[in-house]
């Protein structure tokens, strides 16, 4: 078995059972720092957010390959030099409360990592045809900038960043990011040298749980938030839960650790 897999379900590992989605869900700016004080607010120890590169290869945090829907700007992000974006408002979409937010990037957000005491699930966001530019970026500045914090977990829906951030900082965990788990999800995971899989709750079962931490990977099950649910999910062994609610899941609900395969 690769030594990845062999490191999933090490006593090590360092992050807590609840994850904020994009920082801070839907109750703040999505990929702001906002996000972090809505976490401290509500006594999260971890997030997890969008990292994706500029026309100048700043690393900075956003979901969409589009400005529009959650920014004053508009067209594709990768289109603009990250002078242009880091003028954008990033808030005023969520709320007049929120206006002149801006975007961060992935220094500001190691900042309020160190600051905050909170750890981070990096998922690597590329646009397309820059998915192994992205990946090295990104697992390169994330292995410099948390250096004497909890190492990022970083992760990604993009076999090709995730592969490229696996040669450019090997010593990085990593999660492979699935909505529904395909069949070959073990062939995946062992390419990559993964210590987790990340999935949509609602294609897991207790089978498939007990499967996937059986061959050594912890999983990681999104976006919940419903707190039934993320106790049922806890039961089956799903080691993260990554929701939008970290107003309706409290942080230390999962509190116990989840039992070894």
């Known amino acids: 078995m690769a030594n990845g897999i062999d490191r999933g379900l090490s006593a090590d590992w360092p992050y807590p059972r609840l994850v904020a989605h994009r920082c801070g869900g839907t109750l703040v700016p999505e990929n702001t720092l906002a996000g972090f004080d809505a976490c401290v607010r509500y006594g999260y120890r971890m997030v997890e957010f969008d990292a994706k590169l500029s026309a100048d290869n700043q690393i900075f945090l956003l979901h969409d390959d589009k400005l529009d829907r959650t920014t004053n700007g508009h067209g594709a992000a990768v289109e603009h030099m990250w002078q242009q ?3 954008l408002d990033a808030g005023a979409w969520h709320g007049p409360q929120f206006a002149g937010t801006r975007l961060p990037t992935l220094a500001d957000a190691a900042q309020r990592c160190a600051r905050d005491r909170i750890a981070a699930n990096v998922e690597i966001k590329p646009c397309p045809g820059r998915e192994v530019l992205t990946g090295t970026l990104v697992a390169q500045g994330t292995l410099t900038l948390w250096q004497g914090q909890t190492p990022p977990l970083l992760s990604s829906f993009s076999f090709e960043a995730l592969a490229a951030a696996r040669d450019a900082a090997p010593s990085l965990q990593r999660g492979m990011l ?11 995971v062992r390419e990559l040298d993964c210590v ?3 999935a949509s709750h609602r294609y897991l079962s207790e089978p498939l749980v007990a499967q996937i931490r059986e061959a050594g990977l912890r999983v990681l099950a999104y976006t919940v938030n419903d707190p039934a649910r993320a106790q049922l ?7 993260m839960i990554c929701t939008d609610r970290i107003d309706k899941l ?10 070894p395969a």
Do not use: C, K, N, T
Not at 178 to 188: K, S
Not at 250 to 259: N, T
């Open 85 to 87: 974006l880091a003028a």
């Open 196 to 198: 987790s899989l990340h």
């Open 233 to 239: 999910l806890a039961q089956w062994g799903v080691d």
């Open 178 to 188: 699935f909505e529904e788990v395909p069949a070959d999800w073990l062939r995946i």
């Open 250 to 259: 409290q942080h230390d609900m999962l509190s116990a650790p989840a039992s």
